[in-house]
């Protein structure tokens, strides 16, 4: 792993496959570190001979907190976090990337072909949506992931992790427990700040609706996203997929908002089609 610095924070980076193979960076979600990128799931798509880039974004993992959030002055907002993008593709001398993000890190990945289309190839938008007023809207469930009290300890911290998981995942396939203990204990053991979720988050609801700039791309984009999906509502990928004239909508049946290992060749494969039509 190393360190990026960018203008404004200090990015946590991590690379597989071959150098000279296209780039391919993945944005990850609210309060989701880079390991939070399955490491079966990354190796799947660099072994389609992609370099494949990860990391935290800001106040995610081991990149610079923003512990001032309160000052005015120390909010930031989504395309601040694009820009974060933008500026780590620079530092790591790559000029264009095929870009994968998974909700908020797909709304990061939308503002950045907007707000640096020359830097993206390709656009994948997973479980995510577009900003807009009465699209996306959490469920039931969804509502109570937002709403759960927030754990004292590792050993709740651990606990709450995992039904929060639960809470959104997949109702057609099994739900890997075993893994999301292992991960949540690997997340807090690397970092845990419940309080940048909450600044992430208010990054989120301070982000205005993209929809008006994502009808001016012209990127080939995959859209995808659950119809299962209780914290992100179907509607949003719908949305997002009206909007981007150059994309291509695949809602899967009982997916929720996670990755199943049951959908991983499905997920790849339409990542990797997606990514062809760049020189179609």
């Known amino acids: 792993m190393v360190r990026i610095k960018t203008v404004n924070a200090e990015l946590e980076v991590e690379t597989y496959g071959r150098r000279d193979d296209p780039p391919m960076l993945l944005i990850e979600g609210l309060g989701g570190q ?51 993008a933008s500026q780590l593709l620079d530092r790591l001398g790559i000029t264009q990337s095929h870009v994968v993000g998974v909700s908020m890190g797909a709304m990061i990945a939308q503002s950045l072909a907007i707000r640096h289309p020359n830097q993206v190839m390709s656009l994948c938008s997973i ?43 997949s109702p057609k396939f099994d739900f890997d427990e075993e893994y999301y203990y292992d991960l949540a204990a690997r997340e807090y053991d690397r970092s845990y700040d419940p309080d940048s979720v909450v600044r992430q988050l208010v990054a989120i609801l301070s982000s205005e609706d993209r929809t008006k700039d994502l009808e001016k791309l012209n990127i080939p984009t995959a859209v995808i996203h659950g119809d299962s999906d209780p914290l992100v509502d179907v509607s949003g990928g719908i949305a997002t997929a009206a909007a981007i004239k150059n994309s291509t909508l695949h809602v899967l049946e009982g997916m929720g908002h996670d990755l199943p290992q049951a959908l991983w060749s499905q997920v790849v494969e339409i990542i990797v089609e997606n990514t062809k039509r760049t020189h179609g």
């Open 34 to 84: 880079l390991i939070s990128w399955n490491k079966k799931f990354v190796r799947l798509l660099a072994a389609r001979e992609f370099f494949i880039i990860r990391f935290d974004n800001r106040d995610s993992g081991l990149s610079t907190k923003f512990e001032n959030q309160g000052d005015d002055e120390d909010k930031y907002t989504l395309n601040e976090m694009a820009d974060d």
């Open 127 to 169: 479980m995510s949506t577009t900003g807009a007023k009465g699209v996306g809207v959490p469920h039931e469930d969804g509502y109570k992931v937002l709403s759960l009290k927030p754990p004292t300890n590792r050993d709740e911290a651990i606990e709450y992790k995992v039904a929060t998981s639960r809470l959104i995942s």
